[in-house]
């Protein structure tokens, strides 16, 4: 387990949005809790990873693969989520300003951005709706290729108690997190709802160690 | 897109939300719903689930993008669906079986599959058979997560074999109040592979006697 590899190296049907926006080619972060798609491990890096792919790195305010198919927005008729992708990228870490401004401005609660629910934003300048409310708000970062796993740029790896105990490449992570003051955080493994344990993991350790 | 609560009694259940290797078995999984009245209304994780009966916040994605997932690896389609009850759970056996049960039937297969696999264990460390036994354990801790006696037998394994990162990292998930136990369960276990060794050439101990040798110590109850 050494590093994240864009999707772009698997198998896309043609219609599928990666294909369509023209990022198969991208590793994908949240900034933020995890969101989306459904998964039990999770792995938290510091912003420097943006500043040390400003180059080729991109973000846009929200989750580009809901464009295709979840999200609406005025114009979706005569405009296509590939257009409306390309008018919202902006770079990285540029893209922050504007993350910045949307706590101050968007959200009653700068927390709101980080809770799991769908709050209501106090304005919609980019006016998506439809779709999953958390993946319309969260930002969302693109580096092209692979990104490093072990890294100074790791800050934390979420995985659920048992994995880490019965998986020797989980393990053997944790071991070198553990060596390399990378902070380790486990849960129970997950029920029938996948996703709740490593989100709750996420904003317990966002909200112990940044408020 | 994200859908409103159902209920699960209009909902069939046509896959699971992962692929599990032989490692990662038995496991309890995350359904992929389908609505009776629409079948290309297919609901994905992640939802949450209300009062058990009404599935919440799930993603509803087309019976196409169902089955492009599962050629991507990335979800399991089961042979015929299930139609969906309440307080139930989808749960894959080692066998790689999936069974839809009460989540109280569930808990008590899991459970005995636990306990065998756990006398597996014990067997195979005293045996010094650490590959096994570390196998066998994991099976333990895939069905009972909580299972002390299984981590202890990995510490010991790490400890036998002098691994101090593995044995360090599964301290960690001790739970604080249980690490004196659990440390010297560990220590008994190793003294046993310790006096197996020693007897080699005596009438070696049965393991029912080894067991209850184990068990009979105040700081394991």
Redesign the interface.
């Known amino acids: 387990m050494a590093t994240l590899i864009a999707e772009g190296s698997r198998q896309h049907r043609p219609d599928c949005a990666e294909v369509e926006l023209g990022t198969t080619t991208a590793v994908f972060f949240y900034v933020g809790p995890f969101a989306y798609p459904a998964t039990i491990f999770g792995f938290l890096f510091s912003a420097g990873l943006e500043a040390e792919n400003q180059i080729d790195g991109s973000a846009t305010p929200f989750d580009s693969g809901g464009l295709v198919k979840h999200f609406g927005w005025p114009a979706k008729t005569t405009e296509s989520p590939k257009t409306f992708f390309d008018r919202h990228e902006l770079p990285l870490p540029r893209h922050r300003v504007y993350l910045q401004f949307s706590l101050d401005h968007l959200f009653a609660d700068p927390k709101d951005y980080l809770e799991p629910t769908d709050v209501e934003l106090l304005a919609n300048p980019i006016g998506l709706s439809g779709g999953d409310a958390i993946r319309r708000r969260t930002h969302e970062v693109r580096i092209p290729g692979t990104v490093k796993l072990r890294s100074p740029q790791l800050l934390a790896v979420f995985a659920p108690r048992n994995r880490v105990a019965t998986q020797p490449h989980i393990r053997e992570l944790f071991s070198w997190c553990r060596t390399n003051n990378v902070d380790r955080r486990t849960f129970d493994s997950p029920k029938e709802d996948t996703f709740d344990g490593l989100r709750s993991a996420c904003l317990d350790y966002l909200y112990q160690r940044y408020t | 897109?994200?859908v409103e609560p159902l209920d699960v009694s209009s909902l069939e259940i046509i896959g699971y939300?992962?692929v599990l290797p032989q490692?990662?078995l038995p496991?309890?999984v995350?359904?992929v719903f389908r609505r009776k009245d629409n079948h290309d209304s297919v609901l994905?994780?992640?939802?949450?689930?209300s009062n058990g009966r009404y599935l919440c916040?799930a993603?509803e994605i087309t019976q196409s993008e169902f089955e492009?997932l599962e050629?991507?690896s990335e979800l399991t389609k089961l042979a015929s669906p299930i139609p969906a009850q309440k307080q139930h759970?989808?749960w894959v056996d080692l066998d790689g079986q999936y069974h839809y049960q009460t989540r109280l039937e569930t808990k008590r297969r899991l459970e005995r599959i636990a306990a065998i696999e756990l006398e597996k264990a014990l067997t195979a460390f005293l045996n010094r058979e650490f590959e096994k036994s570390e196998l066998y354990?994991?099976t333990v801790?895939?069905a009972d997560?909580n299972n002390t006696e299984?981590?202890a037998i990995?510490i010991a394994i790490a400890k036998v074999k002098q691994d101090h990162?593995?044995m360090?990292?599964?301290r960690?998930?001790v739970p604080v109040p249980t690490l004196r136990s659990i440390n010297l369960r560990v220590d008994d276990l190793c003294g046993c592979i310790n006096d197996t060794l020693a007897n080699n050439y005596q009438k070696p101990h049965s393991l029912m006697h080894m067991m209850a040798t184990i068990k009979s110590n105040p700081c394991y109850q």
């Open positions: 897109m994200s939300a992962n490692s990662a496991s309890i995350a359904p994905v994780p992640p939802y949450s689930f916040d993603t492009s050629n991507r759970e989808l354990s994991s801790l895939l997560e299984a981590l990995k990162s593995s360090d990292t599964l960690d998930l």
